[in-house]
Structure formats: structure tokens, C-alpha cells
């Protein structure tokens, strides 16, 4: 339907024509529910707000200028503010984190992040041991998961050697992290 159609539709509903207003709900009842949606996040608070913006419409639809804008666009605005409006109205997220007894904190202890980091550099100082060519197929398999299939093309190599220099390398990183 276009936004002119729609247009003629508000203007007959500024008449309390009720089949138009029929109309006009069906027609453009999705794309507002879904701006609804969007904004708020729950359904059941959206579908309370489509129906708010559609009495608005209603008791609006007098004011509404077909010359001022498009049809749609006013409509969006109508749905858009009143699912604001909602937001605005909910309890301030504040307020619910005071009332929350403990926040977990999933973040790992100051010592396990020491952990990790000292881990990182001796794999650092591992791989530093490989052959430049064989630290970088390393990289390429195991942290930004290329193929063998990849690789072998990439260092111009055959696919076996690939393997071969893979496997080699996992051999001598894991005696290297053993020390």
C-alpha cells in the first residue's frame, strides 16, 4: 500500500470511519509492531504498545497533514515515541542492580590471569624456537584455522610436507612448554 493510500486512509479515519481505520490496522499494524518490538524488547510490552499507538491514531488522526510528510513516517513516529514512552516507565535499571545481593564476577582471579599471561609468553618464547616459516604455518592452522589444503598452497609446499611440518612443530612446542 502506498504511503498516499495510507494518507487517504488517516484522513477517513479523522471522520471516525471505522472500516478505514480497519484497514489501516491491517496494513500497517506489522511494520509498527515491529518498530515496537525493536525499541522495547518484549513482546507482550509491544503488543501493549501497538495498542496505545493505534488509539492514538485515532484520536490523532484529525491533525494528521498529507501535505506535512509521509503517512508512514508519521505513523512510525507515533509508534516509535509511545514505545519510548514505555522504556522511559520501566523501573530504572539502578534500582535493580541495588536490590541484587551479589553480582558474580565471571572474570578469572587476579592470579589465574597471571597464570594465563605467563603461559602466553612461554608459548611466545616457543614458538620463537621454530623455524620462522614453521612459527607462521603454526599460527596460520591453529589460531586463525586455515586448512592444510591452505597452507600447502600459501607456502608452496605439498600438502603431506604441510602435515608433516605441522606435526613436527606441535612435537617440539609441547617438549619446549615441558622444560
Same mark, same amino acid.
Given at each position: 500500500m502506498t504511503s498516499d493510500e495510507i494518507a487517504y486512509l488517516i484522513s477517513l479515519v479523522a471522520i471516525s470511519?471505522?472500516?478505514?481505520? *480497519? +484497514?489501516?490496522y491491517r496494513e500497517t499494524s506489522p511494520k509498527l509492531f515491529? #518498530?515496537?518490538?525493536?525499541?522495547? !524488547?518484549?513482546?507482550?510490552?509491544?503488543?501493549?504498545?501497538?495498542?496505545?499507538v493505534y488509539?492514538?491514531?485515532?484520536?490523532?488522526?484529525?491533525?494528521?497533514?498529507?501535505?506535512?510528510?509521509? *503517512? +508512514?513516517?508519521?505513523?512510525?513516529?507515533?509508534?516509535?515515541?509511545?514505545? #519510548?514512552?514505555?522504556?522511559?516507565? !520501566?523501573?530504572?535499571?539502578?534500582?535493580?542492580?541495588?536490590?541484587?545481593?551479589?553480582?558474580?564476577?565471571?572474570?578469572?582471579?587476579?592470579?589465574?590471569?597471571?597464570?594465563?599471561?605467563d603461559e602466553g609468553r612461554r608459548i611466545d618464547t616457543c614458538m620463537e624456537e621454530l623455524e620462522a616459516d614453521r612459527a607462521m604455518a603454526v599460527k596460520k592452522a591453529y589460531v586463525e584455522g586455515q586448512s592444510y589444503q591452505e597452507l600447502a598452497d600459501q607456502f608452496g609446499v605439498p600438502l603431506n610436507t604441510m602435515r608433516t611440518w605441522l606435526r613436527r612443530s606441535l612435537l617440539k612446542l609441547r617438549e619446549c612448554m615441558e622444560r
Open positions: 470511519d471505522r472500516k478505514a481505520f *480497519a +484497514t489501516l515491529s #518498530i515496537c518490538l525493536r525499541i522495547l !524488547r518484549d513482546r507482550t510490552e509491544a503488543e501493549e504498545a501497538l495498542q496505545e488509539v492514538k491514531i485515532w484520536q490523532r488522526a484529525g491533525v494528521f497533514a498529507a501535505g506535512s510528510g509521509a *503517512a +508512514t513516517s508519521w505513523l512510525a513516529a507515533i509508534a516509535r515515541n509511545q514505545a #519510548i514512552d514505555i522504556m522511559r516507565a !520501566r523501573k530504572p535499571v539502578a534500582d535493580e542492580l541495588d536490590s541484587a545481593y551479589d553480582l558474580a564476577d565471571d572474570d578469572p582471579s587476579p592470579e589465574i590471569q597471571t597464570v594465563i599471561k
